[in-house]
C-alpha cells in the first residue's frame, strides 16, 4: 500500500518544482518520524492500560460470559415481558424520531447560516462565527452527560432523552450541512449573482438543490446514530430499551438481557436498511420500486410526520421548560455546578484519569480497526461474487450489525466479566462497538471503489478475496485514513459511556464525584473532558489535510 503522507509529500514538493531526488529523501524521512511516533504512541498507549503492569484476566469470568452468550438463543419470552417489550421499543422509536427531527431541521437552519458558500466572498458573518463556535463545546459533549444535568433541572421527564440526543447533533449536523453546501460546485451561484439574484436566492436556487439528496442522506444516518444514543440513555434512567436492558444487567438475568437486546438489533437493522436505501438513492435508477423513500425531500416529510406523532405519543409539555419547578432546580444547579473545582488537588487526581482517556479512545480504535478491515473486505457486495461469497458477506454483516446495535455501556459489562475493571474493558468494549460503525462504512468504500482492478485480478486467476485485497485496500487508504480518523474525535466523547460502566478513565472520576455529590468537581471533569476533546478534534482535523492533502 502506498504510503499517504509520502505520496502527499512528494506531491507537493514536485509541483513546486523541486528536483525528485530531495522530495524522494525528505518523504522517506518524514515516512520514518511519523513510524517512529506512531511507535511512541503504541507503546504509551499499552503501559496506560495496564497491559503488563498488573493483572487483567479474570479467569472465573468466562463461565458468566458462556452463559450470557449462551442465554442469546433462549431469551425470556412471557406476555408481560412482550408487553414490556412493545412499549419500550415504542419508547426507543419516539425519542429517536423526535430527537432526529430536532436535530435535523435545527441543524439545517444553521447550517445554512454558518456556511461559506452562501456569501460572495466565502467570508463568515459574525453571526455565522459565533454559531460555530458555539456548536464546538455543544457537539463535544456527550448525551450522557448532557442527560445528567438535564435531568437535575427538569426531573425525570421525556424531554430530558430528547434534548440530550438532540442538542449535540444538531451541533454536528450544524458541521456537515455547512461542508456539504461548501462542497458544491460554485459556478450556479456565482451565475445567478451574475444575474441580478442576492444572496440567499443564488445559494436556495444554486446550491441548496445540489446538496440536498446528501441533506436527505445524512439525516437518516443520524436517524441510525439517535436508536443507539436513545439506548444509551438507558444508563441514567430514560425509559425504553435501554433502560431495560440495565436493569436486567443489574440482577443479573441474561436471558431477560436478550428478551430486550434482540428488539434494540432489529430496530437498528431496519434503520440501517431505510438510511442505506436513501444514501445510494443517488446512484439508482429512479423508476426502480421503492422510489418514493429515495427521494429525500419526500424522506424528510416522513420524518416530519413521524416527530409529530413520537412527540404525542411521548406526552412532550414544552412549558415544563419554563415552570416553577425548573427555574427552581435550575438556580440549584447554577449553584452548586459554578464555579468548577480547577483547584491544583484536584486537577492532579484529573490528570491520570485524562490520561487514561486519551489511552482509551487510541486504543479503542486500534482494536477496532483489526476487526473492521477484514470484516469490510468480505462483507462488500462486489458484482461477479459466488453463492459461498454473498452467504458469508450476509454473515459478516450481521456481526457488524451487531456489535454496533449493542450499546457500548453493555459491552463495557460484558467486559468487566473477564477482565479486571480499569481502562483496558473499557477499551476493549468501545472497540468492539466502533469496529461495528467501521467495519459498515469502510465496506461501502469498497463497494463504491473501481471494480476494473479487481476484476483484472479474478482474470488473472487470483481469489476473490486475494483480488478484493490487493485492488481495493490502496484505493480505500485516504477513505480509511478519514474515517479512522474521524471515529477517533467519536469515540474520544464515548468513554464517558464505558468508563462509567468500567471503571476507566474520566469516566469512572465522574461516576465517583457524582456518587459524593460533588458537582463542581464534576464541572471541572466535563472541562477537562471538553479541552480534551477539543485538541483531538483539531489533531485528527490536522492529520487528516496533511494525509489527504
Given at each position: 500500500?502506498?504510503?499517504?503522507?509520502?505520496?502527499?509529500?512528494?506531491?507537493t514538493?514536485?509541483?513546486?518544482?523541486?528536483?525528485?531526488?530531495?522530495?524522494?529523501?525528505?518523504?522517506?524521512?518524514?515516512?520514518?518520524?511519523?513510524?517512529?511516533?506512531?511507535?511512541?504512541?503504541?507503546?504509551?498507549?499499552?503501559g496506560e492500560l495496564?497491559?503488563?503492569t498488573?493483572?487483567?484476566?479474570?479467569?472465573?469470568?468466562?463461565a458468566?460470559?458462556?452463559?450470557?452468550?449462551t442465554?442469546?438463543?433462549?431469551?425470556?419470552?412471557?406476555?408481560?415481558?412482550?408487553?414490556?417489550?412493545?412499549?419500550?421499543?415504542?419508547?426507543?422509536?419516539?425519542?429517536?424520531v423526535?430527537?432526529?427531527?430536532?436535530?435535523?431541521?435545527?441543524?439545517?437552519?444553521?447550517?445554512?447560516?454558518?456556511?461559506r458558500?452562501?456569501?460572495?466572498?466565502?467570508?463568515?458573518?459574525?453571526?455565522?462565527?459565533?454559531l460555530?463556535?458555539?456548536?464546538?463545546?455543544?457537539?463535544?459533549?456527550?448525551?450522557?452527560?448532557?442527560?445528567?444535568?438535564?435531568?437535575?433541572?427538569?426531573?425525570?421527564?421525556p424531554?430530558?432523552?430528547?434534548?440530550?440526543?438532540?442538542?449535540p447533533?444538531?451541533?454536528?449536523?450544524?458541521?456537515v450541512?455547512?461542508?456539504?453546501?461548501?462542497?458544491?460546485?460554485?459556478?450556479?451561484?456565482?451565475?445567478?449573482?451574475a444575474?441580478?439574484?442576492?444572496?440567499?436566492?443564488?445559494?436556495?436556487?444554486?446550491?441548496?438543490?445540489?446538496?440536498?439528496?446528501d441533506?436527505?442522506?445524512?439525516?437518516?444516518?443520524?436517524?441510525?446514530?439517535?436508536?443507539?444514543?436513545?439506548?444509551?440513555?438507558?444508563?441514567?434512567?430514560?425509559?425504553?430499551?435501554?433502560q431495560?436492558?440495565?436493569?436486567?444487567?443489574?440482577?443479573?438475568?441474561?436471558?431477560?438481557?436478550?428478551?430486550?437486546?434482540?428488539?434494540?438489533?432489529?430496530?437498528?437493522?431496519?434503520?440501517?436498511?431505510?438510511?442505506?436505501?436513501?444514501?445510494?438513492?443517488?446512484?439508482?435508477?429512479?423508476?426502480?420500486?421503492?422510489?418514493?423513500?429515495r427521494?429525500?425531500?419526500v424522506?424528510l416529510?416522513?420524518?416530519?410526520?413521524?416527530?409529530?406523532?413520537?412527540?404525542?405519543?411521548?406526552?412532550?409539555?414544552?412549558?415544563?421548560?419554563?415552570?416553577?419547578?425548573?427555574?427552581?432546580?435550575?438556580?440549584?444547579?447554577?449553584?452548586?455546578?459554578?464555579?468548577?473545582?480547577?483547584?491544583?488537588?484536584?486537577?492532579?487526581?484529573?490528570?491520570?484519569?485524562?490520561?487514561?482517556?486519551?489511552?482509551?479512545?487510541?486504543?479503542?480504535?486500534?482494536?477496532?480497526?483489526?476487526?473492521?478491515?477484514?470484516?469490510?473486505?468480505?462483507?462488500a457486495?462486489?458484482?461477479?461474487?459466488?453463492?459461498?461469497?454473498?452467504?458469508?458477506?450476509?454473515?459478516?454483516r450481521?456481526?457488524?450489525?451487531?456489535?454496533?446495535?449493542?450499546?457500548?455501556?453493555?459491552?463495557?459489562?460484558?467486559?468487566?466479566?473477564?477482565?479486571?475493571?480499569?481502562?483496558?474493558?473499557?477499551?476493549?468494549?468501545?472497540?468492539?462497538?466502533?469496529?461495528?460503525?467501521?467495519?459498515?462504512l469502510?465496506?461501502?468504500?469498497?463497494?463504491?471503489?473501481?471494480?476494473?482492478?479487481?476484476?483484472?485480478?479474478?482474470?488473472?486467476?487470483?481469489?476473490?478475496?486475494?483480488?478484493?485485497?490487493?485492488?481495493?485496500?490502496?484505493?480505500?487508504?485516504?477513505?480509511?485514513?478519514?474515517?479512522?480518523?474521524?471515529?477517533?474525535?467519536?469515540?474520544?466523547?464515548?468513554?464517558?459511556?464505558?468508563?462509567?460502566a468500567?471503571?476507566?478513565?474520566?469516566?469512572?472520576?465522574?461516576k465517583?464525584?457524582?456518587?459524593?455529590?460533588?458537582?463542581?468537581?464534576?464541572?471541572a471533569s466535563?472541562?477537562?473532558?471538553?479541552?480534551?476533546?477539543a485538541?483531538?478534534?483539531?489533531?485528527?482535523?490536522?492529520?487528516?489535510?496533511?494525509?489527504?492533502?
Amino acid at each position: 500500500m502506498t504510503d499517504l503522507a509520502e505520496s502527499w509529500f512528494d506531491v507537493t514538493l514536485i509541483e513546486a518544482g523541486a528536483p525528485r531526488t530531495r522530495p524522494h529523501r525528505r518523504a522517506l524521512r518524514f515516512r520514518w518520524v511519523w513510524a517512529f511516533l506512531a511507535i511512541v504512541l503504541l507503546v504509551w498507549t499499552v503501559g496506560e492500560l495496564g497491559v503488563g503492569t498488573r493483572a487483567l484476566v479474570n479467569g472465573s469470568g468466562f463461565a458468566e460470559l458462556a452463559k450470557f452468550i449462551t442465554a442469546s438463543y433462549r431469551p425470556s419470552v412471557s406476555w408481560d415481558l412482550a408487553r414490556a417489550v412493545a412499549d419500550a421499543t415504542l419508547i426507543t422509536l419516539a425519542y429517536a424520531v423526535v430527537a432526529t427531527a430536532l436535530s435535523v431541521f435545527g441543524g439545517l437552519a444553521a447550517g445554512v447560516v454558518t456556511t461559506r458558500a452562501r456569501h460572495d466572498n466565502l467570508a463568515l458573518s459574525h453571526v455565522g462565527r459565533v454559531l460555530r463556535l458555539l456548536a464546538i463545546p455543544i457537539r463535544g459533549t456527550h448525551e450522557v452527560l448532557w442527560a445528567l444535568l438535564l435531568v437535575n433541572v427538569l426531573g425525570i421527564n421525556p424531554l430530558v432523552a430528547v434534548i440530550a440526543i438532540a442538542l449535540p447533533f444538531g451541533a454536528v449536523s450544524t458541521r456537515v450541512f455547512a461542508e456539504l453546501f461548501e462542497a458544491q460546485p460554485r459556478e450556479p451561484f456565482e451565475s445567478l449573482r451574475a444575474s441580478g439574484a442576492s444572496q440567499w436566492q443564488a445559494f436556495f436556487y444554486g446550491i441548496f438543490p445540489g446538496a440536498a439528496r446528501d441533506l436527505g442522506s445524512y439525516a437518516f444516518y443520524r436517524f441510525e446514530c439517535a436508536i443507539r444514543s436513545s439506548a444509551v440513555l438507558g444508563i441514567v434512567g430514560a425509559a425504553g430499551l435501554g433502560q431495560e436492558i440495565f436493569l436486567s444487567a443489574l440482577q443479573p438475568n441474561y436471558r431477560e438481557m436478550w428478551t430486550f437486546i434482540w428488539p434494540l438489533i432489529a430496530l437498528s437493522a431496519a434503520a440501517d436498511a431505510i438510511s442505506s436505501v436513501v444514501r445510494r438513492s443517488g446512484r439508482s435508477d429512479p423508476g426502480r420500486t421503492a422510489r418514493v423513500i429515495r427521494r429525500p425531500t419526500v424522506a424528510l416529510g416522513f420524518l416530519f410526520v413521524g416527530a409529530a406523532a413520537s412527540w404525542w405519543e411521548l406526552r412532550i409539555s414544552v412549558p415544563t421548560l419554563w415552570s416553577e419547578r425548573t427555574r427552581k432546580e435550575f438556580g440549584f444547579v447554577r449553584d452548586n455546578f459554578l464555579p468548577p473545582d480547577l483547584m491544583t488537588d484536584h486537577l492532579k487526581v484529573l490528570w491520570p484519569a485524562a490520561r487514561q482517556t486519551v489511552a482509551i479512545s487510541i486504543g479503542s480504535i486500534l482494536i477496532s480497526l483489526v476487526i473492521a478491515v477484514p470484516l469490510a473486505l468480505v462483507t462488500a457486495r462486489l458484482p461477479d461474487t459466488g453463492p459461498l461469497r454473498r452467504l458469508v458477506s450476509w454473515l459478516g454483516r450481521v456481526v457488524l450489525l451487531i456489535a454496533r446495535a449493542i450499546p457500548p455501556a453493555v459491552w463495557a459489562f460484558l467486559a468487566v466479566l473477564v477482565l479486571f475493571p480499569g481502562p483496558l474493558p473499557a477499551t476493549v468494549a468501545l472497540g468492539l462497538y466502533n469496529a461495528g460503525v467501521l467495519g459498515r462504512l469502510l465496506a461501502e468504500v469498497f463497494e463504491n471503489l473501481d471494480q476494473r482492478p479487481r476484476r483484472a485480478l479474478r482474470a488473472a486467476g487470483a481469489r476473490s478475496l486475494a483480488a478484493s485485497a490487493y485492488s481495493t485496500l490502496p484505493q480505500a487508504a485516504p477513505s480509511f485514513a478519514t474515517y479512522s480518523l474521524y471515529r477517533w474525535e467519536v469515540a474520544m466523547r464515548e468513554t464517558i459511556v464505558v468508563g462509567v460502566a468500567a471503571a476507566g478513565g474520566i469516566g469512572a472520576h465522574i461516576k465517583q464525584v457524582m456518587a459524593a455529590f460533588a458537582y463542581d468537581k464534576l464541572t471541572a471533569s466535563v472541562i477537562v473532558l471538553l479541552a480534551i476533546t477539543a485538541l483531538v478534534d483539531v489533531l485528527s482535523t490536522t492529520l487528516r489535510r496533511r494525509l489527504l492533502g
